[in-house]
């Protein structure tokens, strides 16, 4: 496997209730109108493999250790890279995944407190390529906004799931973590202000230019 396929990798990320959901599928299909002769491939995490869809249903409900926690989101993503990102990115599709592994920092390391030392490990088991590469999203894009905005538009909306019950504070960490990934890797990320309105988002998507023929 090379360590660049010819595919496009783009992540949406943000806290429960930033809005991401709500701009992802007018996304891929402003990326399918501007790049006709590409697939883009829309999944998420986790889940995104019958195996995903199975460990998702457990996370988002069950109570567990935390370290389990980690270790199920991870042992889904690998399944999801070996199954569907990996063979999509060589056949030179656009994958765009409602989160991936900032994600897992987000909630599992700045929400939850797991280390980040275990975590960067697991990054690395996970996604490592045969090349010594390391797979990451080329593009991420991080819907920011406070938590009190956030559970304020969640409560409005939908029954909470495990993490959807989480307090503020658990939502703050979340965030500070999210923006601490961006700060690291400014290249990679596209930050969005979730507070602005749905149209002024949405003009702020489709500004984005990313690198492909
Ligand atoms: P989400 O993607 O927000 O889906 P929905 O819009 O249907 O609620 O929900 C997934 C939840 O899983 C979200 O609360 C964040 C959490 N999560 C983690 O804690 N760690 C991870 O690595 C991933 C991918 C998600």
């Not at 249903?57 to 389990?68: D, G, H, K, S, Y």
């Not at 990054?123 to 991080?142: F, H, M, Y």
């Not at 500070?176 to 990679?188: F, T, V």
């Amino acid at each position: 496997m090379t360590s660049t396929p010819p595919g496009y990798f783009i992540s949406f990320e943000g806290i429960d209730g930033a809005g991401k959901s709500t701009h992802i599928e007018s996304f891929c299909k402003l990326m399918q109108e501007r790049y006709p002769n590409r697939e883009v491939l829309v999944t998420r995490e986790p889940g995104g493999t019958q195996l995903g869809e199975q460990l998702r249903a457990l996370l988002l409900e069950a109570p567990m250790n935390l370290e389990t926690e980690a270790l199920l989101m991870f042992a889904a993503r690998r399944e999801h890279i070996a199954q569907v990102i990996e063979p999509a990115l060589q056949a030179g599709k656009i994958v765009i995944s409602d989160r991936f592994t900032d994600a897992s920092f987000a909630y599992q390391g700045g929400g939850r407190g797991l280390s980040l030392d275990k975590l960067n490990d697991l990054e690395k088991w996970v996604q490592g390529r045969t090349d010594g590469s390391l797979l990451q999203p080329n593009l991420t894009i991080l819907f920011d906004l406070p938590g009190e905005v956030a559970q304020a538009r969640r409560s409005k909306v939908r029954t909470p799931d495990k993490f959807e019950k989480m307090d503020l504070n658990f939502f703050e960490k979340v965030r500070q973590e999210y923006l601490r990934r961006a700060k690291e890797d400014p290249k990679r990320f596209h930050l969005i202000d979730a507070t602005k309105t749905p149209e002024a988002i949405w003009d702020g998507l489709r500004s984005i230019k990313i690198g492909i023929e």
